[in-house]
């Protein structure tokens, strides 16, 4: 069993086996719990953007900031997060702070819930682990920024995010602004195909490239409104079949999306940098991330909380209309 730092260390295992309930069950908020029970629009959102992807008191303001955006569409927000062993949908106020402080706070992927849970430990929720706990508890609609795909040189390095296979077998709505830019782009749009999970553009025939409106390559379908969205989504539960997402392909504005030139260049020289470095495997992601920011003077984040942004309201305009439609 993995050891757990000094300040995550799970409650005695007979105070948890004796509270009433499994200590691996889900903890909905009463928000939440409320919402499900009524009918009641929820969105679920991710938490690995608060503990690891934004500046620090900045993460916790953008992690409300976002809860709003979802209350002001008329949903209920769910963030989804593993705190001391229990996996919560839905979090306080207090939850949230301690997500977007806590340095000691883990990246969880769908693999790595098991031994959170079984360690007692805390940790924030990537694509694949939010997508799988929100399924779970009985949500339908999930906003992010974007998603993991297959890496570059995967040939070599068959290096391809643990998202895909999982959406493939996960019946949920993924609103986002489609897939990181320094991914190969055509070969995670193949594997999405491959797995059987569906796409649609919104409001766009081209599929989004994140810090980008347009990655360049196409996409077969496009919708314009949330009530499309929604006749897709029942139009999947009634073919029934294999569980599988329908990723909403909503892209960030086009005055709000990074330069495309200025990508392009930084983008370039990062992946040159990368070869003369030797740096390969896990380790490119954060290097070529790390250089957008830092080489764009920030206008890459920026352009990341924008596309979030912007997804979020789909997504609770999204799940508000499906709400309706029951």
């Given amino acids: 069993m993995p050891q757990n730092p000094p300040d995550q260390r799970p409650a005695p295992r007979e105070n948890r086996e004796n509270s009433g309930t499994n200590a691996y069950d889900l903890v909905l908020s009463a928000q939440v719990r409320t919402a499900l029970s009524a009918g009641l629009p929820v969105v679920a959102l991710e938490s690995t953007i608060i503990a690891h992807g934004l500046p620090r008191p900045r993460n916790l303001s953008v992690a ?5 955006l979802v209350r002001s569409a008329g949903a209920v927000p769910a963030t989804v997060a593993v705190l001391d062993g229990r996996a919560h949908v839905g979090l306080d106020e207090d939850q949230l702070a301690r997500v977007a402080g806590d340095p000691a706070v883990r990246k969880l992927g769908h693999r790595d819930l098991a031994p959170a849970l079984a360690a007692g430990a805390s940790g924030a929720t990537t694509v694949s682990a939010t997508a799988f706990l929100a399924a779970r508890a009985g949500l339908g609609v999930f906003a992010t920024g974007g998603l993991g795909g297959v890496h570059r040189a995967w040939a070599e390095n068959q290096d391809e995010s643990a998202d895909l296979r999982l959406l493939a077998r996960t019946r949920i709505t993924v609103v986002c602004a489609g897939v990181k830019s320094i991914l190969d782009v055509p070969a995670t749009l193949q594997r999405l195909e491959t797995l059987g999970v569906s796409v649609v553009g919104y409001g766009t025939g081209r599929f989004p490239g994140f810090y980008l409106s347009s990655s360049g390559e196409p996409v077969d379908w496009t919708v314009h409104s949330p009530e499309e969205v929604v006749q897709v989504i029942r139009a999947k539960e009634a073919l029934g079949g294999p569980p599988a997402a329908l990723i909403v392909a909503n892209p960030v504005a086009e005055q709000h999306q990074l330069d495309p030139v200025l990508h392009d260049r930084v983008l370039a020289e990062a ?12 380790g490119v992601t954060p290097f070529l991330l790390d250089q957008l920011m830092r080489r764009t003077g920030g206008a890459s984040l920026e352009a990341n909380l924008a596309a979030v942004r ?3 309201v789909l997504a609770a305009r999204i799940a508000v209309a499906a709400a309706g439609a029951r």
């Fill in 310 to 312: 912007g997804n979020v």
């Fill in 271 to 282: 992946l040159d940098a990368c070869r003369e470095r030797g740096i390969s495997g896990q």
């Fill in 64 to 68: 409300r900031e976002l809860e709003g």
